[in-house]
Antibody, heavy 119, light 109 residues
Framework: EVQLVESGGGLVQPGGSLRLSCAAS????????MYWVRQAPGRGLEWVSY????????YYADSLKGRFTISRDNAKNSLFLQMNSLRAEDTAIYYC????????????WGQGTLVTVSS | QTVVTQEPSLTVSPGGTVTLTCASS?????????PNWFQQKPGQAPRTLIY???NKHSWTPARFSGSLLGGKAALTLSGVQPEDEAEYYC?????????FGGGTKLTVL
């Protein structure tokens, strides 16, 4: 069974940093592209970042303006999102997701971790 | 800034058929946009129903189907069940970025 389990969310002050993790199991993690997607309270889904299976290719949403960094450790079946200079508008549930390396599809989703940016 | 547009809300009767659409401000949606469709129920994570325009996962009920229709991506539910009441999101790929539609709230009534 495919499982993606996010962790690292919590309450952080504006301007602070947070590092999210996603532990993968039940599939060959190193053969999948991975994504971070977020959802602000009561709002829709927003794509945040993409990383290829070998970390060779990385993309970010323009709105992030270089504040977030995606990475992965295939040896540990883990995906990460380093978030710096956090703002109130970054408050959201952050989902880890995975998809085929051959396409731009998202196949699997984690349950999400809540990040709250507030003083 | 590319915008992906979905119907904000739709209502369908149990057993009926409904089509949700996904339009791109950049023009006609093709298979090259890898249209994906996701279902999200309150308090739950999204779940992928359709990938690469028409393909279903093993967990996707047979009554769901994906297509291209009139320049848009489309999700059709045939024989709607009460448990299909949910928010549905489409996702399109733009060569290095992905954009979600705003979601369609489907009510089964």
């Amino acid at each position: 069974e495919v499982q993606l389990v996010e962790s690292g969310g919590g309450l952080v002050q504006p301007g602070g940093s947070l590092r999210l993790s996603c532990a993968a199991s039940g599939f060959t993690f190193s053969s999948y592209s991975m994504y971070w997607v977020r959802q602000a309270p009561g709002r829709g889904l927003e794509w945040v970042s993409y990383i290829s299976s070998t970390s060779t290719t990385i993309y970010y949403a323009d709105s992030l303006k270089g504040r977030f960094t995606i990475s992965r450790d295939n040896a540990k079946n883990s995906l990460f999102l380093q978030m710096n200079s956090l703002r109130a508008e970054d408050t959201a549930i952050y989902y880890c997701a995975g998809g085929s390396i051959a396409t731009a599809d998202i196949d699997y989703w984690g349950q999400g971790t809540l990040v709250t940016v507030s003083s | 800034q590319t915008v992906v547009t979905q119907e904000p809300s739709l209502t369908v009767s149990p057993g009926g058929t409904v089509t949700l659409t996904c339009a791109s401000s950049a023009g006609t949606v093709t298979s090259g946009f890898y249209p994906n469709w996701f279902q999200q129920k309150p308090g739950q994570a999204p779940r992928t129903l359709i990938y690469s325009t028409t393909n279903k996962h093993s967990w996707t009920p047979a009554r769901f189907s994906g297509s291209l229709l009139g320049g848009k991506a489309a999700l059709t539910l045939s024989g709607v069940q009460p448990e299909d009441e949910a928010e549905y999101y489409c996702l399109l790929y733009y060569g290095g970025s992905w954009v979600f539609g705003g979601g369609t709230k489907l009510t089964v009534l």
